[in-house]
């Protein structure tokens, strides 16, 4: 198990109201021993222009679940994960519905974390692909 201790879906969803994951109906689902999974739905806040699942909220998604899940993995009243690089592959259009996104470790170490995330339309078809480094730093104000 990568996470410190059983992950809480409930606290996750409480640590997303008051900000964009709550603006954008970003919900916490489910959690393994490697993995968390999250679901966004797509419609007016995260659609483009053109009417399509816009890019930088497959990212939103992406970071979203990838910083949570290095959160877990860390001490929290010491340190904290935070993003260094994100990429996204945008593979299929989604015009309606929910995505689902997944994150699973590729490596946890002591001061970087790497997590690959994979977003899916309602019919489990691949979205995005997304891969995000994290440095783990010292969570200001700690001793």
């Given amino acids: 198990m990568v996470f410190r201790e059983p992950v809480s879906i409930d606290a996750l969803n ?3 109201r008051g900000n964009m994951l709550e603006h954008l109906d970003i919900v916490f689902t489910a959690a393994g021993e490697d993995w968390i999974s999250a679901t966004m739905p797509v419609d007016a806040r995260t659609r483009q222009p053109y ?4 890019g930088g909220a497959s990212v939103v998604l ?3 679940l990838g910083s949570s899940a290095g959160n877990l993995c860390v001490d929290t009243a010491r340190q904290m994960c935070v993003g260094v690089e994100i990429n996204a592959n945008h593979i299929r259009a989604v015009t309606d519905g929910r995505v689902t996104g997944t994150a699973r470790a590729l490596h946890v170490g002591r001061s970087l974390h790497v997590w690959e995330i994979g977003i899916v339309d309602e019919q489990g078809r691949r979205v995005c692909a997304s891969r995000l480094t994290l440095a783990v730093v010292p969570r200001p ?3």
């Fill in 14 to 16: 409480a640590l997303s």
């Fill in 51 to 54: 009417g399509l699942l816009h």
């Fill in 62 to 64: 992406a970071e979203t």
């Fill in 141 to 143: 104000g700690a001793a």
